[in-house]
Antibody
Framework: QVTLRESGPALVKPTQTLTLTCTFSGFSLTTSGMCVSWIRQPPGKALEWLARIKWDDDKHYSTSLKTRLTISKDTSKNQVVLTLTNMDPADTATYYC???????????????????WGQGTLVTVSS | DIQMTQSPSSLSASVGDRVIVTCRAGQSIYTYLNWYQQKPGKAPELLIYAASTLQNGVPSRFSGSGSGTNFTLTISSLQPEDFATYYCQQSYSSPPYTFGQGTKVKIK
Protein backbone atom coordinates (compact mmCIF):
# COMPACT_ATOMS: atom_id res chain seq x y z
CA GLN A 1 0.00 0.00 0.00
CA VAL A 2 1.49 3.27 -1.17
CA THR A 3 1.27 6.27 1.14
CA LEU A 4 2.92 9.68 1.19
CA ARG A 5 2.81 12.31 3.90
CA GLU A 6 4.07 15.88 3.80
CA SER A 7 5.46 17.61 6.86
CA GLY A 8 6.87 21.02 7.58
CA PRO A 9 6.01 24.41 9.04
CA ALA A 10 2.51 25.79 8.62
CA LEU A 11 3.73 29.38 8.82
CA VAL A 12 6.87 30.99 7.49
CA LYS A 13 7.95 34.62 7.33
CA PRO A 14 8.76 36.45 4.12
CA THR A 15 12.39 35.94 2.98
CA GLN A 16 12.72 32.74 5.01
CA THR A 17 13.50 29.33 3.53
CA LEU A 18 10.81 26.67 3.51
CA THR A 19 11.82 23.06 4.06
CA LEU A 20 9.24 20.35 3.46
CA THR A 21 9.66 16.62 3.90
CA CYS A 22 7.74 13.90 2.09
CA THR A 23 7.83 10.58 3.91
CA PHE A 24 6.58 7.67 1.87
CA SER A 25 6.00 3.95 2.12
CA GLY A 26 4.97 1.15 -0.18
CA PHE A 27 7.63 1.79 -2.81
CA SER A 28 11.33 2.51 -3.02
CA LEU A 29 13.10 5.39 -4.69
CA THR A 30 15.93 3.01 -5.53
CA THR A 31 13.69 1.15 -7.99
CA SER A 32 14.40 1.93 -11.63
CA GLY A 33 11.79 4.27 -13.06
CA MET A 34 10.56 5.54 -9.73
CA CYS A 35 10.11 9.28 -9.24
CA VAL A 36 8.60 11.68 -6.72
CA SER A 37 7.40 15.20 -7.44
CA TRP A 38 6.30 18.21 -5.46
CA ILE A 39 3.24 20.12 -6.60
CA ARG A 40 1.56 23.11 -4.98
CA GLN A 41 -1.83 24.77 -5.09
CA PRO A 42 -2.50 28.32 -3.89
CA PRO A 43 -5.91 28.70 -2.23
CA GLY A 44 -8.64 28.55 -4.85
CA LYS A 45 -6.17 28.21 -7.69
CA ALA A 46 -4.77 25.58 -10.00
CA LEU A 47 -2.09 22.98 -9.47
CA GLU A 48 1.50 23.95 -10.17
CA TRP A 49 4.27 21.38 -10.57
CA LEU A 50 7.46 22.37 -8.74
CA ALA A 51 10.15 19.70 -8.85
CA ARG A 52 10.88 16.04 -9.54
CA ILE A 53 13.57 13.65 -8.38
CA LYS A 54 14.23 10.32 -10.03
CA TRP A 55 15.56 7.03 -8.69
CA ASP A 56 18.96 7.82 -10.24
CA ASP A 57 19.01 11.24 -8.49
CA ASP A 58 18.23 13.15 -11.68
CA LYS A 59 16.42 16.37 -10.74
CA HIS A 60 14.24 18.84 -12.59
CA TYR A 61 12.62 22.07 -11.52
CA SER A 62 9.86 24.43 -12.50
CA THR A 63 11.15 26.93 -15.04
CA SER A 64 9.86 29.90 -13.08
CA LEU A 65 11.10 28.73 -9.68
CA LYS A 66 14.28 26.83 -10.43
CA THR A 67 16.58 29.42 -8.89
CA ARG A 68 14.78 29.03 -5.55
CA LEU A 69 14.10 25.29 -5.41
CA THR A 70 16.15 22.32 -4.29
CA ILE A 71 14.93 18.73 -4.16
CA SER A 72 16.79 15.86 -2.57
CA LYS A 73 16.17 12.34 -1.35
CA ASP A 74 17.20 10.13 1.51
CA THR A 75 16.49 6.59 0.36
CA SER A 76 17.41 5.09 3.73
CA LYS A 77 14.59 7.06 5.33
CA ASN A 78 12.18 6.91 2.37
CA GLN A 79 12.05 10.69 2.28
CA VAL A 80 12.15 13.44 -0.31
CA VAL A 81 12.94 16.97 0.82
CA LEU A 82 12.04 20.22 -0.91
CA THR A 83 13.48 23.59 -0.05
CA LEU A 84 12.16 26.88 -1.37
CA THR A 85 14.17 29.97 -0.58
CA ASN A 86 13.17 33.59 -0.20
CA MET A 87 9.53 32.86 0.61
CA ASP A 88 6.91 35.42 -0.39
CA PRO A 89 3.20 35.70 0.41
CA ALA A 90 2.58 34.55 -3.19
CA ASP A 91 4.07 31.18 -2.15
CA THR A 92 1.18 30.58 0.23
CA ALA A 93 -0.24 27.26 -0.93
CA THR A 94 -0.97 23.67 -0.12
CA TYR A 95 2.12 21.68 -0.99
CA TYR A 96 1.72 18.09 -2.16
CA CYS A 97 4.20 15.35 -2.83
CA UNK A 98 3.21 12.68 -5.32
CA UNK A 99 4.59 9.42 -6.58
CA UNK A 100 4.97 9.16 -10.30
CA UNK A 101 3.76 6.04 -12.01
CA UNK A 102 4.63 5.42 -15.61
CA UNK A 103 3.84 3.54 -18.79
CA UNK A 104 5.91 2.99 -21.91
CA UNK A 105 5.08 4.82 -25.12
CA UNK A 106 5.48 3.33 -28.60
CA UNK A 107 9.16 4.36 -28.66
CA UNK A 108 9.87 2.68 -25.35
CA UNK A 109 10.12 5.91 -23.36
CA UNK A 110 8.60 6.21 -19.92
CA UNK A 111 5.67 8.60 -19.69
CA UNK A 112 4.68 9.65 -16.23
CA UNK A 113 1.56 10.47 -14.27
CA UNK A 114 0.93 11.28 -10.62
CA UNK A 115 -0.73 8.18 -9.24
CA UNK A 116 -0.40 8.58 -5.48
CA TRP A 117 -0.57 11.87 -3.59
CA GLY A 118 -0.03 12.93 -0.02
CA GLN A 119 -2.82 14.77 1.76
CA GLY A 120 -0.99 18.07 1.37
CA THR A 121 0.29 20.61 3.84
CA LEU A 122 -0.82 24.23 3.88
CA VAL A 123 2.01 26.71 4.14
CA THR A 124 1.16 30.34 4.84
CA VAL A 125 3.70 33.08 4.27
CA SER A 126 3.09 36.04 6.52
CA SER A 127 5.01 38.30 8.82
CA ASP B 1 6.76 25.31 -21.23
CA ILE B 2 3.69 23.83 -22.88
CA GLN B 3 0.53 25.77 -22.03
CA MET B 4 -2.59 23.77 -21.17
CA THR B 5 -5.97 25.49 -21.46
CA GLN B 6 -9.19 23.99 -20.18
CA SER B 7 -12.73 24.98 -21.02
CA PRO B 8 -15.05 25.81 -19.56
CA SER B 9 -13.63 27.08 -16.28
CA SER B 10 -16.80 25.92 -14.60
CA LEU B 11 -20.08 24.33 -15.54
CA SER B 12 -23.35 23.49 -13.86
CA ALA B 13 -24.96 20.13 -14.48
CA SER B 14 -27.53 17.81 -13.01
CA VAL B 15 -27.21 14.23 -11.87
CA GLY B 16 -27.51 12.00 -14.92
CA ASP B 17 -26.21 14.60 -17.36
CA ARG B 18 -23.48 13.93 -19.84
CA VAL B 19 -20.59 16.26 -19.12
CA ILE B 20 -17.69 17.12 -21.40
CA VAL B 21 -14.55 18.97 -20.31
CA THR B 22 -12.08 20.15 -22.93
CA CYS B 23 -8.32 20.58 -22.67
CA ARG B 24 -6.16 22.19 -25.33
CA ALA B 25 -2.37 22.01 -25.49
CA GLY B 26 -0.19 24.82 -26.84
CA GLN B 27 1.52 22.35 -29.16
CA SER B 28 1.05 18.74 -30.10
CA ILE B 29 1.48 16.42 -27.14
CA TYR B 30 0.36 13.31 -29.03
CA THR B 31 -1.59 11.33 -26.43
CA TYR B 32 0.57 12.25 -23.44
CA LEU B 33 -2.28 13.69 -21.44
CA ASN B 34 -3.53 12.82 -17.97
CA TRP B 35 -6.73 13.78 -16.13
CA TYR B 36 -7.26 14.26 -12.38
CA GLN B 37 -10.27 14.81 -10.15
CA GLN B 38 -10.00 16.97 -7.05
CA LYS B 39 -12.67 17.32 -4.38
CA PRO B 40 -12.64 20.23 -1.92
CA GLY B 41 -9.98 19.88 0.73
CA LYS B 42 -8.58 16.72 -0.84
CA ALA B 43 -5.59 15.82 -2.94
CA PRO B 44 -6.15 15.23 -6.65
CA GLU B 45 -6.76 11.69 -7.83
CA LEU B 46 -5.67 10.22 -11.13
CA LEU B 47 -8.57 9.36 -13.42
CA ILE B 48 -7.08 8.79 -16.86
CA TYR B 49 -3.60 8.59 -18.32
CA ALA B 50 -2.34 8.40 -21.88
CA ALA B 51 -5.41 10.38 -22.91
CA SER B 52 -7.81 7.44 -22.71
CA THR B 53 -6.60 4.75 -20.29
CA LEU B 54 -8.71 4.54 -17.16
CA GLN B 55 -6.76 4.25 -13.93
CA ASN B 56 -7.59 1.14 -11.91
CA GLY B 57 -10.75 1.57 -9.88
CA VAL B 58 -12.10 4.55 -11.82
CA PRO B 59 -15.75 4.09 -12.84
CA SER B 60 -16.39 3.39 -16.51
CA ARG B 61 -18.66 6.45 -16.82
CA PHE B 62 -15.39 8.41 -17.14
CA SER B 63 -13.69 8.38 -20.49
CA GLY B 64 -11.00 10.36 -22.24
CA SER B 65 -10.22 10.97 -25.86
CA GLY B 66 -8.15 13.12 -28.15
CA SER B 67 -4.67 13.50 -29.53
CA GLY B 68 -2.38 16.23 -30.74
CA THR B 69 -3.67 19.43 -29.16
CA ASN B 70 -7.32 18.70 -28.36
CA PHE B 71 -8.58 16.42 -25.63
CA THR B 72 -11.84 15.72 -23.85
CA LEU B 73 -12.89 14.19 -20.59
CA THR B 74 -16.43 12.84 -20.68
CA ILE B 75 -18.61 11.78 -17.79
CA SER B 76 -21.42 9.79 -19.39
CA SER B 77 -23.92 10.08 -16.54
CA LEU B 78 -22.97 12.50 -13.80
CA GLN B 79 -23.20 11.11 -10.28
CA PRO B 80 -23.39 13.08 -7.01
CA GLU B 81 -19.81 12.10 -6.15
CA ASP B 82 -18.54 13.53 -9.45
CA PHE B 83 -19.03 17.16 -8.45
CA ALA B 84 -15.43 18.26 -8.26
CA THR B 85 -12.71 20.12 -10.13
CA TYR B 86 -10.99 18.37 -13.01
CA TYR B 87 -7.45 19.04 -14.23
CA CYS B 88 -5.60 17.97 -17.32
CA GLN B 89 -1.79 17.59 -17.30
CA GLN B 90 0.64 16.98 -20.11
CA SER B 91 3.47 14.47 -19.91
CA TYR B 92 5.00 15.08 -23.34
CA SER B 93 7.49 17.80 -22.57
CA SER B 94 8.36 16.46 -19.22
CA PRO B 95 9.46 18.06 -17.12
CA PRO B 96 8.01 20.58 -16.59
CA TYR B 97 4.66 18.85 -16.11
CA THR B 98 2.11 21.54 -16.80
CA PHE B 99 -1.50 21.45 -15.64
CA GLY B 100 -4.58 23.11 -17.00
CA GLN B 101 -6.29 25.74 -14.89
CA GLY B 102 -9.08 23.38 -13.89
CA THR B 103 -12.77 22.92 -14.63
CA LYS B 104 -15.19 23.01 -11.72
CA VAL B 105 -18.28 20.86 -12.15
CA LYS B 106 -21.07 22.25 -10.01
CA ILE B 107 -24.58 21.13 -9.15
CA LYS B 108 -27.30 22.81 -11.20
Amino acid sequence: QVTLRESGPALVKPTQTLTLTCTFSGFSLTTSGMCVSWIRQPPGKALEWLARIKWDDDKHYSTSLKTRLTISKDTSKNQVVLTLTNMDPADTATYYCARMGHYYDSNGYRRYYFDYWGQGTLVTVSS
Amino acid sequence: DIQMTQSPSSLSASVGDRVIVTCRAGQSIYTYLNWYQQKPGKAPELLIYAASTLQNGVPSRFSGSGSGTNFTLTISSLQPEDFATYYCQQSYSSPPYTFGQGTKVKIK
